[in-house]
């Protein structure tokens, strides 16, 4: 019990942190993470990312999801089903097509589904980070439920003021293999 209140003030601290962020900053941090996300070696081995339509003041995904279908990438993001307390991964036809899911957030409702054993690396978001590779999110588990299922690579994307050197962790958190920020790429495998 103890390790979630922990978690519930730390998602508390972490979502000041990134509301505190002006508009300049995100783009600016942003543009640095993506771009080293771009030049990653393991994504010359990929077919499939999996990745997400960012959400309020998250690092911004909106150019890495561009140039990757630019790159020839089958891009696909999730798409939540708040009963169910699920997520499947659909293709991303393009930006434009998104529409707000169940949290608001973008997803591609109509895109095609992607199964679990065809996606071979994944962008992660998270609140925080720490320094084993392990990820806070927002509360829900559905990131954490689908990648237990999966041997895909796992990158957390972050800024700088989201990492920490040690995170609460349970036995169904799922860490990540590598987590870049704008200032450096932290892997853990």
């Known amino acids: 019990m103890e390790k979630r209140s922990d978690k519930k003030s730390l998602r508390r601290y972490y979502t000041a942190e990134l509301n505190q ?6 783009e600016a941090k942003s543009r640095l993470i993506y771009g080293q996300a771009l030049s990653l070696p393991v994504l010359k081995n990929v077919r499939t990312v999996a990745a997400y339509a960012s959400f309020g003041n998250e ?17 696909v993001l999730p798409v939540v089903n708040r009963s169910t307390r699920t997520m499947e991964f659909r293709r991303m036809e393009t930006l434009s097509s998104l529409q707000p899911g169940v949290y608001g957030i973008r997803e ?25 590779g392990r990820r806070l999110g927002r509360g829900a588990g559905y990131y954490d439920r689908y990648l237990a299922r999966s041997v895909a690579v796992k990158i957390g994307l972050a800024y700088e003021l989201q990492v920490t050197p040690c995170l609460p962790a349970e036995a169904h958190d799922i860490s990540m293999d590598l987590v870049i920020t704008e200032e450096r790429i932290i892997t853990f495998v």
């Open 21 to 26: 962020l002006t508009k300049a900053e995100v």
């Open 59 to 75: 690092v911004d995904t909106t150019r890495l999801l561009t140039v990757l279908q630019e790159r020839g990438f089958w891009v």
């Open 108 to 132: 591609p409702l109509q895109g095609q589904l992607c199964p679990l054993e065809q996606i071979d690396l994944f962008f992660v978001p998270g609140l925080a980070f720490d320094l084993q």
